[in-house]
């Protein structure tokens, strides 16, 4: 290959507070700054850096929103540790932009079937006493709700939750909270129907029964079926709702059409 084929592309620049960001970030993971630890004011770091007040104040909130400093009025940043929950929150704005598209949502889907069988299937193995009680009063809490369906979907999320639990993982916990929130309009559209709810019970209760047996592989499977089942009720429900759009659309225009027209 020639080096005129080469796909290369020119270097951009790099913006001013991208540079002050990174030389920042470096100090703070290399243990320069500890947990806590002021940086220094603005008007320093303006004189350090060369900069102007706008490229610091940027700098300070991409490293906020990477959950590296926390900022507050009238103070001098400080470093922060990052938290499980705080990263991936911070990713909340792209999913649900990319979740637009509805092949993504089936991919999150897909996904979630993957993750919370793997989590079912640890809960299978490692639950202790304590955690089976749990799971099962969570279980009991969620069959009780069956007739609010506002109440039904809350408790259908602490069901899941209770197993996510046994791993005592706070990554596992905020992605699978995640993934359930980013799912919200699923979960909301499911719990509609009578009948859509005393069938997440049933199979809430054959995962249940198999973590109380400890039977790994069965825990897998009926999580994976639920959340199966759940997107196929999911997508049935949308087609449905469109049809009954494209119903009402057609009524409305013959209706239109029947109206006398005034004449001109």
Do not use: C
Not at 64 to 79: F, I, K, P, Q, S
Not at 105 to 121: K, N, S, Y
Not at 123 to 147: G, S, T
């Amino acid at each position: 290959m020639s080096s005129a084929s080469l796909p290369l592309a020119p270097v951009q620049r790099r913006k001013v507070h991208d540079e002050v960001a990174a030389q920042l970030e470096a100090l703070i993971l290399s243990a320069h700054l500890g947990e806590g630890e002021a940086l220094p004011s603005e008007r320093e770091l303006m004189e350090r850096f060369g900069v102007g007040r706008p490229a610091v104040r940027q700098a300070l909130l991409t490293l906020e929103r990477t959950g590296l400093v926390r900022v507050a009025n009238g103070e001098r940043a400080r470093v922060a540790r990052p938290t499980a929950n705080g990263l991936i929150e911070s990713l909340s704005a792209p999913v649900r932009l990319l979740l637009a598209e509805p092949q993504n949502v089936r991919h999150l889907q897909q996904a979630r079937q993957f993750f919370e069988g793997g989590i079912a299937r640890h809960a299978a193995i490692a639950a202790d006493a304590a955690h089976r009680a749990r799971i099962e009063a969570a279980w009991q809490v969620n069959r009780d709700a069956l007739a609010d369906p506002a109440a039904f979907s809350r408790t259908d999320v602490a069901f899941h939750s209770e197993i996510a639990a046994v791993a005592a993982n706070p990554i596992i916990a905020a992605l699978g909270e995640a993934m359930r929130g980013w799912l919200t309009e699923q979960r909301t559209t499911t719990s509609v129907s009578r009948t859509s709810r005393e069938r997440t019970v049933q199979e809430h209760r054959m995962i249940l029964d198999a973590v109380l047996a400890g039977d790994g592989d069965a825990a897998d499977q009926a999580m994976r079926d639920h959340l199966a089942s759940v997107t196929d009720t999911y997508w049935a429900e949308v087609a449905r709702g469109r049809r009954r759009g494209s119903a009402r659309r057609a009524g409305e225009a013959t209706k239109a059409a029947a109206q006398p027209r005034d004449r001109e």
